[in-house]
């Protein structure tokens, strides 16, 4: 079994904070990597996939990097408000020894942000 | 609106009882897929599909069933065999199994045993 981990486990801001979490993911074999937040009560929603070693992605106030060598990467939050609210869970897709991806998702455990106003 | 359905949101299990979970999508994905959940943990792969009429074990298939019969359905049965079944269970699913496209998820069931 793959081993992804998140860290910090959860977090705690004040509005208008920017803050940042880490996926560290196995650096071999990798295919791709995914970022969604999800929002109690809701189901998950993706954020960003990235497949390239130096992707940097943009949504709004978030952003994210990817460093498949050394096997992380960085969610960002720029700003925080209280709607960012949410588990932010990432899941590595990795290859089979073929090359071959079957779209399994491993994924972290998540990071509970808190945005306080 | 195109998306996926689970149900219930709540369910119920008596010791013994074998209880199906469903989920249903009508975003005409090929592949789809039902993960669990426990505190403190990540989601976790139990079964998935590529196809209609294929399925494969994931990570913690053991005392779980499924089917695929239909492209847009991908019920879960939770066998009596299955020691701690009390837990929040996702379905998702993507275009085709293999591709960068994301999953999108259903709102989950949650099961507790009576």
Not at chain 1, 99 to 116: D, E
Request: with cysteine; aromatic share 12%.
């Amino acid at each position: 079994i793959l081993n992804v981990e998140q860290s910090p486990q959860s977090l705690h801001v004040q509005e208008g904070d920017s803050t940042n979490f880490t996926c560290s993911f196995p650096s071999s074999n990798f295919y791709a990597l995914h970022w969604y937040r999800w929002e109690t009560a809701k189901s998950p929603e993706a954020l960003f996939v990235m497949t390239l070693n130096g992707d940097e992605k943009k949504k709004g106030r978030i952003s994210a990097t990817l460093n498949t060598k050394e096997g992380y990467s960085y969610l960002y939050i720029k700003g925080s408000q209280p709607e960012d609210s949410a588990t932010y869970l990432c899941a590595f897709i990795g290859t089979n020894a073929g090359g071959t991806s079957y779209g399994k998702l491993t994924f972290g455990q998540g990071t509970i942000l808190t945005v306080h106003p | 609106d195109g998306g996926i359905t689970q149900s219930p949101k709540y369910l119920f299990r008596k010791e013994g009882q074998n209880v199906t979970l469903s989920c249903e999508q009508n975003l005409n994905h090929d592949a789809m897929y039902w993960y669990r959940q426990d505190p403190g943990q990540g989601l976790r792969l139990i079964y998935y599909s590529q196809i209609v009429n294929d399925f494969q074990k994931g990570d913690i298939a053991e005392g779980y069933s499924v089917s695929r019969e239909k492209k847009e359905s991908f019920p879960l049965t939770v066998t009596s065999a299955q020691k701690n079944p009390t837990a929040f269970y996702l379905c998702a699913s993507s275009p085709y199994a293999g591709t960068f496209q994301p999953q999108h998820f259903g709102d989950g069931t949650r099961l507790s045993i009576l």
